[in-house]
């Protein structure tokens, strides 16, 4: 039977390059969406999944991190003296529970797969989830949810995948297809960045993983790949062959909050779908035609 998913793992250590100067003092993963930081939306996002212990991996200039996911016993005292109880539950509601949460340092921004890497002692022999808070997913059923139920069939790897423009293949992973029921897509070959010529189809991964523990002896090797970094996909493309690896075409919809455009589109989605902000924002929208 397949194990159950209980470990997160969140790499927050990237330097954010593309929202400078955003990002010179705040980790790009504390830009708010509406009102609460992307990371909180990917933490909110496992713990919907069943995930019990989180993982950060951060890097220099990232504590705005560790904070928020902390109590601020000033900032409650003076809420709770003034009586803002909403205000006082927004500022409670993203702390963890002690003991289930853990951080380590990448030392230097070697890539995503060495920032999985980094993580191996805390997963250990387990399955394990890899959410990067910078690709949000609105979906009525969270989308590791989604994934953590075909791991539970399958016993193997999934990651998200969507189809992308095909002048777009060089901005992802991309993955070549053996069988396929239109939402399970059975992974045979794994490529990142591919130029659009070259690409095998353009089925593209997202940032959210279900991976076994295999996947550290794989990045072991430290190899380098495309954009001298050590990447995640190269790693992945390695264990294929071996247990079931598919790409799940997740309900839901992704805004790239790692590029500008996407991260103004997810912060008006986000507010549209709230009662309290929907209806000025619209208004506000109308004046922009
Ligand atoms: P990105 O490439 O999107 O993030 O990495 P980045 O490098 O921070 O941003 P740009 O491209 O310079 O603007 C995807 C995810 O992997 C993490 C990032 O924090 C982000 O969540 N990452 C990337 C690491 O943790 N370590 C790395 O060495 C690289």
């Not at 790499?11 to 929202?19: Q, S």
């Not at 990448?106 to 070697?110: G, I, N, R, S």
């Not at 095909?166 to 901005?171: D, L, P, V």
């Given at each position: 039977m397949a194990n159950r998913i209980r470990k997160a793992v969140f790499?927050?250590?990237?330097?954010?390059?593309?929202?400078l100067p955003a990002t010179k003092a705040v980790p790009?993963?504390?830009?708010?969406v509406v009102d609460r930081p992307l990371i909180q939306y990917a933490v909110e996002e496992a713990l919907a999944a069943g995930i019990e212990d989180i993982i950060f991996v951060t890097g220099r200039g990232k504590s705005a991190i560790e904070d928020h996911f902390d109590h601020a016993i000033e900032l409650e005292g003076v809420l709770s003296g003034r009586g803002k109880e909403a205000e006082l539950a927004a500022a409670r509601g993203p702390v963890l529970s002690a003991g289930r949460i853990a951080y380590t340092r990448?030392?230097?921004?070697?890539g995503l797969g060495h920032a999985v890497w980094c993580a191996r002692e805390f997963v250990g022999d387990e399955p394990f989830a890899v959410l990067l808070?910078?690709?949000?997913v609105m979906a009525e059923t969270p989308c590791l949810k989604q994934m953590v139920d075909v791991h539970e069939r399958t016993g193997g790897n999934v990651v998200a995948v969507m189809d992308v423009p095909?002048?777009?293949?060089?901005?992802y992973g991309i993955l070549d297809v053996g069988a396929d029921d239109g939402k399970l897509a059975e992974i045979t070959g794994l490529v990142e960045k591919p130029d659009p010529k070259d690409?095998?189809?353009?089925l593209s991964i997202i940032g959210r993983y279900i991976l076994l523990p295999r996947i550290f002896s794989e990045l072991d090797r430290h190899e380098k790949g495309a954009g001298g970094e050590i990447q995640l996909t190269d790693a992945m493309a390695r264990m294929i062959g071996g247990a079931p690896f598919d790409g799940l075409r997740f309900e839901g919809r992704r805004f790239d909050c790692g590029d500008k455009v996407g991260f103004l589109e997810a912060n008006i989605a986000f507010a549209l779908a709230r009662d309290d902000l929907a209806d000025s924002v619209r208004k506000i929208l109308r004046e922009y035609h």
């Open positions: 790499p927050v250590a990237g330097l954010g390059t593309r929202f790009k993963e504390m830009l708010p990448q030392q230097e921004a070697l808070a910078d690709d949000l095909r002048e777009h293949t060089n901005r690409a095998p189809s353009t």
